[in-house]
């Protein structure tokens, strides 16, 4: 493949044929806006770049490496087997770095990417990477879409990780499972660029991410702390039509690092389920950390997450957050009974409303500036939250042991929202968002076609 990689000219189609291909590949060509270079698998054959017995250098530790190119895009392959028990290498799966712009990356499967050290240090790796370097020329026009991530061993960093300076991506209707650490994540603060340095004008969505857990890896020990989905310092990001069930944390829209916040996210149209600490979390760790702020986390079904009864919440907010809006949410509690869980005394002008909460736990609790309430209308008056929110009662979700948290006709959420801009045009399934003048609470919104149509197919 390297010779293709050196020397496809603009408007080339690269189809290679079916087979396993025992190098890494480094692309030092570039296509044009009207004649990009597509690499691809032969139809229907499948290429595969196995790392097996592959040295993990010591900088472009990638796979394949797409870094200072434009207009590439790379198809239908299968990307496997590169790993190494050195500490300080990083095995990668793909790169995309420097000032790449207009890369697509399209229907590939990448696994078995790990780092094998134990340290809690220097074990790191990723699947899929895009890194931008250079403090005046963002990495942009980015599109991550449909591939499979999973099975990689990745220490402190991420499955998918937008890093630095890059401005303008997608990550859509990827599937990300069974990793030990974030599933996919959007940086900012790390030093990854001298200026500019936070990935920004972004979306996440249409993303299936499962089996996320951070418990036994070097890096965390017995802490579980990885999320599905993470904005971690980035800024003007949507996240919208997700599925992050079974992972520590399904939504995190935080900082790590001190002076810095993550702004301007859109966390709306989720189904968010069965994660073992929390359901969102925002703000920063600690009084050291960082903040979020201008944050919207609007139109979410949240559901019996905080599985370990630990120290998570479906809604868990931090440290200095700030002017955000959580409204038409489904916050449906589990046993550990913990609806909202705000310990943090330093947050200003956040609106919570127009939520429905619902819990199986014979305690129900809401912590607000670290006070803690068993009783609704003693939340309601000691936080001045949710006037309009309704309480205990079941959602009447279709099947949730399945994962199917679509509304009955029956649901108490049904017409109970308040209409929001913020809300979108379409609810987690693509259907319309607004019928008439109403709105339901949660991501699915029940269209009178979803229940009438079958019927009348069926008769």
């Known amino acids: 493949m390297q010779a293709a990689a050196d020397n496809a000219r603009p408007g080339d189609v690269v189809c290679v044929r079916g087979g396993v291909y025992n190098e890494r590949v480094r692309v030092n060509v570039s296509g044009t806006a009207d004649a990009p270079i597509v690499f691809r698998s032969y139809p229907g054959e499948t290429a595969v770049l196995d790392g097996a017995g592959l040295a993990v250098p010591e900088a472009d530790s990638a796979m394949v490496s797409i870094v200072d190119r434009a207009h590439i895009v790379f198809q239908g392959f299968e ?15 793909v790169l995309i770095a420097g000032t790449a712009h207009h890369v697509e990356l399209w229907e590939n499967r990448v696994h078995a990417i790990k780092h094998l050290g134990t340290w809690a240090e220097g074990t790191n790796a990723h699947g899929i990477a895009v890194y931008g370097t250079s403090g005046s020329d963002p990495v942009h026009d980015i599109i991550i879409h ?7 061993r990745l220490g402190a960093s991420e499955a998918i990780a937008i890093n630095g300076n890059v401005a303008g991506w997608e990550v859509t209707a ?31 969505a249409f993303n299936h991410v499962y089996n996320v857990d951070s418990y036994g890896n070097p890096a965390y020990g017995t802490d579980r702390s990885a999320a599905c989905i993470y904005v971690d310092g980035g800024r ?150 949710d006037a309009h929110s309704l309480n205990a009662q079941d959602p009447l ?63």
Request: charged share 20%; with cysteine; hydrophobic share 35%.
């Open 146 to 152: 449909g591939n499979e991530v999973y099975d990689l």
């Open 174 to 204: 990827n599937t990300v499972h069974d990793v030990d650490n974030i599933g996919i994540d959007a940086i900012g603060f790390e030093g990854t660029a001298p200026a500019n340095d936070r990935a920004r004008n972004g979306r996440i």
């Open 79 to 93: 990307v496997r087997n590169f790993s190494t028990s050195e500490r300080d290498r990083t095995p990668i799966g």
């Open 236 to 385: 003007d990001i949507l996240v919208e039509n997700n599925r992050a069930h079974r992972c520590n944390v399904g939504v995190e829209i935080a900082s790590e690092h001190a002076g810095g916040a993550t702004a301007n996210v859109i966390v709306r149209n989720n189904f968010i389920s069965e994660n073992t600490e929390v359901g969102l979390a925002m703000g920063g760790y600690d009084e050291g950390g960082g903040a979020t702020e201008h944050a919207i986390v609007v139109n979410n079904t949240f559901y019996r997450n905080n599985t370990s009864n630990d120290w998570g919440a479906e809604l868990y907010i931090q440290y200095d957050t700030r002017d955000t809006l959580i409204a038409n949410n489904i916050v449906y509690a589990g046993d550990a009974g913990w609806l909202i869980r705000a310990w943090s005394t330093v947050m200003a002008d956040n609106v919570v409303d127009y939520n429905l909460f619902y819990t199986t736990s014979t305690t129900p609790r809401w912590q607000w500036k670290g006070q803690t309430y068993l009783d609704f209308a003693a939340y309601q008056r000691g936080s001045g939250n």
């Open 397 to 459: 979700l279709v099947d949730p042991n399945v994962g199917d948290l679509h509304v009955r006709p029956s649901s108490p959420a049904v017409d109970a929202g308040h209409l929001l801009a913020e809300s979108g045009s379409v609810d987690f399934d693509g259907d319309p968002r607004v019928l008439g003048s109403t709105i339901d609470i949660g991501a699915d919104e029940l269209g009178w076609f979803r229940w009438f149509l079958p019927v009348v197919a069926g008769g």
